[in-house]
């Protein structure tokens, strides 16, 4: 398993009219944490859309705990607990305020594909190179356990993934 902490203070154009983060910005904290995960691995985004694969959200979940507000110092956890299966990884997240109390809970099921055609591959060995040292062998083997309603690994690719 793998797992990457970044702190992310909560800036007051983040936050509602009742003084909480408001729901849409946490889509963009689990994106900061994936991005500062690979980056921590030493896997560029950049690079790795200019190798022409990009990495499009298939499912996004958020379950809120409690409430994060203006000025919060907010722990972002990412969990990879097991490896992409094909063309499809698991990013689970977990965020925390400066008392360690779990705010929130979210995933992303993220798909790899050809930027040209959005069709799905497999993830770049490099990056599965990166990884390795975190999974043992069996863990190689084993599906994305989805979640309920979720993407089945045979489904076409959604159809705002194609060009």
Avoid: C, W
């Avoid at 689990?30 to 499912?59: N, Q």
């Amino acid at each position: 398993m793998y797992t990457s902490d970044i702190q992310i203070r909560v800036r007051y154009a983040e936050t509602d009219q009742m003084g909480y983060v408001y729901h849409g910005n946490y889509a963009a904290y689990f994106e900061v944490s994936r991005t500062e995960a690979f980056r921590k691995l030493g896997i560029s985004y950049k690079e790795m859309e200019a190798d022409g694969v990009g990495m499009p959200v298939g499912e996004l979940r958020t379950r809120f705990r409690r409430p994060a507000r203006y000025d919060d110092l907010l722990t972002v956890r990412l969990l990879l607990r097991q490896p992409a299966e094909g063309a499809r990884v698991l990013f689970e997240y977990e965020i925390y305020n400066e008392a360690g109390q779990l705010l929130t809970e979210g995933h992303t099921l993220m798909v790899f594909v050809k930027t040209t055609t959005g069709r799905p591959v497999p993830m770049p060995a490099r990056i599965q190179e990166r990884l390795a040292a975190y999974f043992s062998d069996d863990e190689f083997d084993s599906p994305v356990l989805p979640s309920p309603g979720a993407i089945a690994p045979d489904a076409p690719a959604p159809a705002a993934f194609r060009k």
